[in-house]
């Protein structure tokens, strides 16, 4: 049996989408071997009704690979990207039941009220609008329960799709993709840890006036359960139609909120939907959702930078000693000169030092193009590229900031502003200040 044989028969044992993934699989199998060539729209459509049966985590996960150059087709973005990622709403019985697990049989003293629907969804659970004993509102963040067991469920059919893709193309080697996804799901699962990385954000921000990362409520909070102060905002989107001084506003407040704890302290937040955010009237930020940050080695950090000056001086061997730092490791002549396609695009708006948008807004997803591009030619080469882990956060922070300027259609010196944020870097202070912050926050 080949390989593909063998992955088809692996699919079909798990019961609940075997048709489905297996029918995925079969239909780009046979486009690859039988030259059948596949209606994308149709295949596109099948492979999220296979997707839409998995529960929360996966479909964070689908977001996310839509918004990494090269992991999916193209064509598969754009219909990601419209995936909700969040859980069914559990009801009443359910949430007194989890209550109690996670705060006693006592927990309705600590209310004053707690709304028996849910007022928002989380990924892995749902969020309660609750008043607390003091009588302040708070989000009460409560977790499903057994999603630890539907995490690894999810990942593994996430394994199996990534195959049956390989087998289709094998051009971006994506093992360490779903590495780094695996790792930041299961951290997703642990509530205390992401209420330590939200008082480390606290800290992180503290200086910046126009971005607010909420309190946690500790004495509220276990594994399963994080409350958090409630605070109001809207939706970014809502401001696509503002004046352009208030979109530039919220353009830089955002760029502020996750680029400062990046290079000051080699952190970034690595969720940047735009329900994680919201904008209060004063157009300062809300920060939200603390459960997929991602801390990086402030060599990689450094290297970003490095490469940053590279494009700009056009250096070329500090490039490739850059690509070398983020893992990407011996390169040859034609894979630099890809990688830097694919740099030029992501580095170019702080490149040029003019007022202007990110982008123009009727592109279609945010970088697929370029992604295209980028994968049609390593495709010729045929030489399997391994995306390095750090990359995976990274690129998807700059493609979803990048995007909502997008919509925005903010204009900022992305410049200026960028190099004013850099002014100064070092990796040895960004060194020293994660060997000093992150062991108070139980962090390492
Ligand atoms: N402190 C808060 N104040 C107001 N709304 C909140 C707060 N925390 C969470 N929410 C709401 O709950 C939703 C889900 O919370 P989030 O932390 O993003 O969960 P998940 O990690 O599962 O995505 C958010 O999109 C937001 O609408
Ligand atoms: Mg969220």
Redesign the pocket.
Same mark, same amino acid.
């Given at each position: 049996m080949d390989d593909t044989s063998k992955i088809i028969k692996k699919a079909g044992r798990y019961a609940s989408m075997s048709t489905s993934v297996a029918g995925v699989a079969l239909q780009l199998v046979g486009e690859k071997f039988l030259g059948v060539s596949i209606d994308r729209d149709a295949h596109s459509a099948n492979l999220m009704a296979v997707l839409g049966k998995f529960k +929360?985590p996966i479909m !964070?996960v689908a977001q996310i690979l839509a918004t990494i150059p090269n992991a999916l087709p193209p064509e598969y973005a754009k219909a990601f990207q419209e995936l909700q990622?969040?859980a069914p709403a559990m009801g009443w019985p359910f949430v007194r039941r989890r209550m109690k697990a996670e705060l006693g049989v006592d927990w309705q003293s600590n209310f004053i009220e707690f709304p028996k629907n849910a007022?928002?969804?989380?990924?892995? +659970?749902?969020?309660h !609008?609750a008043q607390d004993s003091d009588g302040n509102w708070?989000?009460c963040?409560l977790q499903y329960p057994d999603m630890m067991s539907a995490v690894e469920a999810d990942l593994n059919q996430l394994k199996l799709l990534l195959k049956i893709y390989k087998q289709y193309d094998d051009s971006v080697v994506m093992e360490n993709v779903h590495a780094e996804l695996a790792d930041r799901l299961h951290e997703?699962l642990d509530y205390r840890r992401?209420a330590n990385v939200q008082k480390l954000y606290a800290q992180l921000l503290k200086d910046e006036a126009h971005v607010h990362v909420?309190n946690v409520v500790g004495t509220l909070s276990t594994d399963r359960l994080?409350t958090?102060?409630?605070?109001?905002?809207c939706g970014v989107l809502e401001f696509e139609k503002a004046p352009l001084e208030d979109r530039n506003k919220i353009a830089l407040n955002l760029f502020k909120a996750w680029y400062v704890p990046l290079y000051k302290t080699g952190i970034i937040h690595g969720?940047p939907?735009p329900?994680?955010y919201?904008v209060r009237d004063d157009l300062s930020i809300?920060l939200?959702?603390?459960?997929?940050v991602r801390i990086f080695n402030p060599d990689f950090v450094g290297a970003s930078i490095d490469l940053y000056n590279a494009l700009k001086n056009k250096d070329e061997e500090l490039a490739v000693q850059s690509y070398k730092t983020w893992g990407f490791g011996d390169l040859n002549r034609e894979t630099i000169e890809i990688l830097n396609v694919w740099a030029g695009f992501l580095y170019g708006p702080i490149l040029d030092d003019n007022i202007r948008t990110i982008g123009s807004s009727d592109e279609g997803v945010y970088g697929q193009e370029t992604a295209r591009e980028v994968h049609k030619k390593l495709r010729e080469l045929r030489a399997g590229l391994p995306i390095p882990r750090e990359f995976v956060f990274m690129d998807r922070a700059a493609l979803g900031i990048g995007s909502i300027c997008i919509r925005l259609q903010s204009e900022v010196n992305w410049y200026r502003l960028f190099n004013e944020m850099i002014e100064g870097f070092d990796v040895d202070d960004v060194r020293a200040r994660q060997n000093e912050i992150l062991p108070k926050y139980d962090l390492v």
């Open positions: +929360g !964070k990622a969040n007022t928002a969804a989380a990924s892995l +659970g749902q969020v !609008k708070v989000a963040k997703e992401e909420p994080l958090t102060e409630w605070v109001d905002g969720d939907h329900g994680n919201t809300n939200l959702d603390f459960g997929c």
